[in-house]
């Protein structure tokens, strides 16, 4: 009998509530890289709308979610569009 | 009355105990994990329970970790968290609970229930994801097996409350520190470790006849000058007299006393923190009584902050 591979174990649904469990870890493992990803940006001198552009996401939303979260001795951009 | 400050207390401890468990990863969202690893840090019957059934901090970080691995692992993902750093809360602004864990202390503080760490521990073991569930099978227990102590505690004769104190100016609280009594006497009686849970001090040399001089943090302190520091520690009774002032200030400052206290538990210490100001001036306004509430509450978030910073340096 093979190994299921890891598409064929992420792909598996027979235990839907472990698997909602395991995407719980998974998402709070995703919002940890992100603010850290999103402090790193920002201390290299990238501005909100670079942020955003790189997520995929709007400039307002990601300066909601992380405005206040990030390591406040950032020294956070003004607004401005790019650079 | 009694039963919104007990809420307040228990929900104070359990935040900053949870978010600085969560700044160990670089998060900002303290969930049931974090809050399961701040209740094991408590020195009430909560803590006790969950640390008598193997539930102590080192154990329930790994078992923690190991079960978030073994998740990620059921998607095909092979990543290990980011190892975990030092405790860095540093400005507490931003961290949040997240749905689940501030679902747990709504549950804990509602209407019938005692708001207690007792109370948000029951809430925990009842949480409808599992996590919880799997975590404790890890450590070799059960909810139920811990829903049992937590009764059998509950049917013991309380114990009698420490009389209160009318001073104003004195505050005490207790903590649980998962160290020994030995590792926590040598943080608490050395004045060359005073930065590591004095939030204001960046450093401490040695000055004269016996004293200390600690150099603060931020500027904003500028104007107090160094602060002068002796300790007076006594190895055989654990107990570290602290006195802190500030010679130079070109404010109006009052003479700081803080008291450690130490005894041994099960899986670490007892830290007794005694706080007092010493003052003339602050004690004639206390007449008026106007300033009371504010000074209880100032010295109740002095104590507690101390013992949160002695217990969050020795559990790195």
Redesign the interface.
Known sequence: MSTP??????S?TSDP???L??????R??T???E??QVEAALRAGLTWQNVADALGVSRQAVHKKYA??????IDLPRRKSHG | MAKLTTAFTTTHRLWVAAMEETSRQGGKDAGLDHLLLALTLDDGTAGQVLRASGVTIERARDAVAAQHRDQLDALGLDVAAPADGPIALGDPAGYDWTEPARSVMTQATTVGQSGDTVAVLRALLDEPSGFITAVLARLETTPSSVRGLLDEAAALPASTPAARTDDPFHRSTTAFVPATPDATWALVSDPRRLAEWDGVTASVAPGIAGTWVATPKDEMAGDLGPQHVTVDADEVRRVAHWTFWWPASKRRTNTRHVIFTLEPAASGTTVRVDATWETAAARKRWRFGIARPFFRALLWFQVTRVASSVSAALRG
């Open positions: 591979s890891p598409v064929e174990r992420a598996d509530f472990a698997g469990r395991a995407i719980a870890s998974l709070q493992l919002e940890t890289l603010l850290r206040k979260r990030v390591d406040p001795s």
